[in-house]
């Protein structure tokens, strides 16, 4: 009998951004990490421990060896001219800061979920996690939360896919992580301000305006001084960043009417799927989506795409085979 096939978020988006890609994915995995997609996993992994009775510190320092060991070996996805060395110390400091907070803070404790069977050959798997009561849960971490990215999360799959398969409200806990710079992220998880001519004076979080001793302050960063994270993180929960970086927004689920057309949505797109695969076609026999090459992330997969020639994967040294070397869309 021939297995489900299961489809999840990521999977949906990628087939519908580009089936090349795709079809790229079901048979290979890119080795190299973008230092945002590898963090977010990372921490994700650390909280889900954390709620169900992990220590913070503990698992702070499995997610930095963790990180560190991907940034040494194979190496990090990074834009030319990057300091490798800089910016992982300064994404590592983060695990510090952010889970000494959000141990601080309530965290129900959570389960993964099944996949959940929508027919006889199709099954959805759910990326959230669950409480107790049913209620879903997801975090993320974002550069800035405006109108328009809460209008991408709510519109994506990753949420409404979730919602709409389990019939369950989802908590979505948004994290700030302000914009990168050279140095680190502009955030309170990073960096705070000092003036060095009046040690007397504790760092802070916002530089001072204003007044006669609003001028001096310097960038003050947790990677280079390694401050204490629980003191750390006391000063940004009593000097009010914690709420000011963090939302908690509470999705209740559409009615079951709605939540049937999404999920119609689905199998409809799976009969596309089982149809392809059907066809058993190499993947640079598919035409390219090219709008969807250069987005925020640019797709790993471009030195395949973009080469003059049909390139073997396993020779590039960026990607590994998740089975054997035949690259089709029904593996």
Known sequence: MTPPLTLDAHSLTTWQTCRRRYSLESSWRVVRYRPKLLFDMLLRRAIFRLSNGGDAATLAADAKATF???AADPGLDLAPGADPYRLAKSWCGMFDTLLATIAKTPLLVVRDL?????????????RSWSDESGQLHRWLTVDAWDEDQAARELHSWRTIGDIAATRAPLMLHVIEIGRA??????CPWSRAWSHP???SLAY????????ELSAGWLPYHYSDV???PYEWASRLVEDGEWSRVTHHLLLNAPTDAQCAATMR??????????????EDRLWHTLPMSRGACDGFIPCPYQPVCYSPDI???????????RSDSTITIKR
């Not at 099944?114 to 759910?126: V, Y």
């Open 311 to 321: 390139v073997p994967l396993e020779s590039l040294g960026l990607y590994q085979a």
């Open 265 to 278: 949505d689905v199998m409809l797109e799976a009969l596309d799927i089982r149809e392809l695969a059907a």
């Open 204 to 211: 802070r979080f916002r530089k001072p305006t204003g007044g």
């Open 181 to 186: 710079t050279k140095d680190g992220r502009s």
């Open 226 to 228: 390694r401050d204490d």
């Open 68 to 70: 560190l060991q991907s």
């Open 114 to 126: 099944a996949p959940i069977r929508l027919s006889s050959t199709l099954e959805w798997q759910p």
């Open 197 to 199: 001519g009046l040690k």
